[in-house]
């Protein structure tokens, strides 16, 4: 009878030993994920996602647009919906450093290449289709700092110091934290872009809803919380998503013209150049504008650049007009 109870009790006991293993390993490997490795993992994820067509219905207070997603070449080609005040818009983002947009500019004058900023004002909305932010913010992986926090991995960085600030708009001490789930293949469940002390938030991103997609995990429902600024919260839902093999849109045609905006918008910060498929660095374009305005050019070239810079004052003119509108839009939401 002894026996009989004792046999049980043991199995018991092994069963319980057995969990307790599993669990410990579990968070000694999480613990034993180096940035080395974690990144490795969050450029296959990158790699699989940039097999996917996806897209995204984005509502933020009353507006609404949508976001079609095609990955190509080192690249993502987005086309942003219409809404009533503002037509559709298309965009590529280069996927290789320097990360940068490229808008397509619609009135025949050249692109425009802008820094690391979004429509809606978001820095992290890049990471619903997969981009791995460390990389795209240009984090030093010397720097990225791994430790568990609950069920997640966080990793987080200091944002690179090749994107220059005034463009870019955030302070010099920004950091990026991103929270894993190895569940789910290490996507990002959460995201939080700060400055100085963890209370300065700049934006977060937390993600509600999870799909998969042919052994992938995807973001379904995504907020996108912007409150310390006083913008309240967007949300970001998957509309749908399907195997693709891109290709780049007609009017990304290399050589191209473009305007550089990546050192600031004013005449004299604007550069022109002839786009061949890989950006200067923000060291190659200071020199670049140098030259265009004539700190190292004869007189002719002067010129010859003064007529290129008066060719910008058109889409100086239009962005700043949509920046008023979309403003004077916003007011009246918040009257409201």
Known sequence: MAAQEVIPKMWKGFALAAVLVFALSHVVAQQSETPKEI?????????????????????????????????????YWLRIGPQADTPEQEVVLLSEQPFAYIWRFSSGGPNIVQNLTWVHGSKLLPMVWGVNLLRYYGSNAKDVKVETAGQYVRISGQL??????????LPVQATLVLLLDPTRDYAPAEAHLYFNTPDQVLESAKVLEWVAHQGTWLPALVDFD???RGKGVMRVRLASARQYTGTSPKWFSIPMPVSDWRLGITEHEVVTYEFEGQLPSPEELSRLRKQQKGENASPARSKTNEQGAS?????????????????RVRQGERKT
């Open 226 to 228: 912007f409150t310390r």
């Open 39 to 75: 990144q490795k993992r969050l450029l296959a994820r990158e790699a699989a996602l940039q097999a996917l067509w996806t897209d995204w219905e984005v509502s933020e207070g009353s507006r609404r647009r949508t976001i079609t997603v095609t990955p190509f070449d080192k690249a």
């Open 160 to 169: 690179g110091e090749h994107f220059p600030r005034p463009v870019l708009s």
């Open 311 to 327: 060719n910008l004052i058109l889409p100086f003119l239009l962005i700043t007009t949509g920046a008023f509108w979309y403003w």
